[in-house]
């Protein structure tokens, strides 16, 4: 079947679909990822988004019930180059196209993925329309230009959690770091994590190093927070623009002088805006597996993994903010610590099974601060 992925900027490309027959709108972004595909479609940080995969053949290991990040794929439309009719993995349970039918998610394959990148790059993430209904180049073009993109919207409010729940899953076998987890008792330190679009493998974290976990919807405020009687607060990641998630704000700066905190990618976001500072839309983001940052306190170079289109900026930091890590490709700011209290957040991905493991650290200094 035909699929068409039109550009507000008139851009139309014109392939074959490997997906669910539809159309859909979103941001059009690209990941330079060469595997970690399934983690991609279904972390909640994707919502309204198109996502480009910049690998040439996506599909080649298959889809298995263990890798996932969440219950469902959350990405608006997928484009590969070309998707793999092997599955070549012991794991495999089935084909990358069937997973992608079954939840309902639009899919493009056979167009030049090194052109759209190039044009995304000089000229910015776009929205765009995927489409296997309709064929009309013009009527594409309008629709994209129509659609709402991400800044100012709430996106948390679609992926989050809706009740608290208690966390017991640790990370699988095929992604823990050590033999010898901790194991967790009644004197763990307690963990609530607060769920903006929240990534499994970060809980997952958190049991295997010992710590009671309780999940609650990004929505709750300070008063239930405190009440669940936590020993730390982990503020996860999620999608879109962080400025109009102001309930979450608010109860980051009536904690933190209260409880450890910990945040990763829109937590950090949000972390940084409940202490005074601003963020931004970047031009095309950082998405992939094998991003570059500085560690200021310790003078190393970590490989991340990265998903965001919003970055904090630099300029408007207050003076109780200190930037710990620094980008490495464009400068930006990639991880912050409260100068008096114990809160501290990263932009990257230090849970991500799909990249390397640089930054597993994080969550012993998040477990120490809980000790302390």
């Not at 990257?348 to 302390?372: C, Q, T, V, W």
């Amino acid at each position: 079947m035909t699929a068409k992925l039109a550009l507000e900027d008139g851009t139309v490309f014109t392939g074959t679909s490997v997906g669910a027959d539809g159309e859909v709108d979103g941001e059009v972004c690209f990941n330079t990822s060469m595997t970690g595909y399934q983690e991609i479609l279904t972390d909640p940080s994707y919502r309204g988004q198109i996502v480009t995969m910049t690998y040439p053949q996506i599909g080649n290991y298959g889809v298995n019930a263990e890798d996932v990040e969440s219950a469902k794929p959350h990405l608006a439309g997928f484009i590969v180059r070309e998707h793999s009719r092997t599955q070549s993995n012991f794991r495999c349970e089935r084909s990358l196209s069937e997973y992608l039918e079954e939840h309902g998610i639009v899919a493009i394959e056979s167009i030049d993925t090194r052109a759209l990148v190039r044009r995304l790059r000089s000229q910015g993430s776009m929205r765009g329309v995927l489409s296997t209904v309709d064929m009309d180049d013009a009527s594409l073009v309008e629709k994209a230009k129509a659609s709402p993109g991400l800044v100012g919207r709430d996106l948390v409010q679609e992926v989050a959690a809706t009740e608290a729940k208690q966390w017991s899953e640790p990370l699988s076998t095929w992604t823990k770091l050590e033999s010898d987890a901790r194991e967790a008792n009644a004197d763990s330190p307690h963990v609530v994590a607060m769920d903006f679009g929240m990534k499994w493998n970060i809980p997952r974290h958190l049991v295997d190093m010992g710590c009671r976990v309780t999940v609650v919807p990004g929505g709750y405020n300070a008063a239930q927070i405190l009440e669940l009687d936590p020993d730390g607060v982990f503020l996860s990641n999620g999608p879109g623009d962080p400025e109009p998630i102001e309930y979450a704000i608010n109860t980051i700066r009536d904690l933190l002088d209260k409880k450890p905190v910990f945040g990763i990618c829109l937590g950090h976001q949000l972390l940084s805006l409940a202490c005074g500072a601003k963020t931004f839309k970047m031009k095309f983001g950082h998405r992939g597996a094998n991003q570059p940052v500085h560690d200021l306190l310790t003078e190393k170079v970590e490989i991340t993994s990265q998903n965001h289109g919003f970055a904090v900026d630099e300029s408007t930091l207050p003076d109780s903010l200190e930037i710990t890590h620094r980008s490495l490709n464009d400068g930006t700011v990639e991880g912050v610590r409260h100068r008096e209290l114990p809160a501290f957040s990263v932009q990257y991905h230090p849970e991500a099974s799909s990249g390397p493991h640089d930054s597993h650290y994080l969550f012993e200094r998040f477990y120490d601060s809980m000790s302390k």
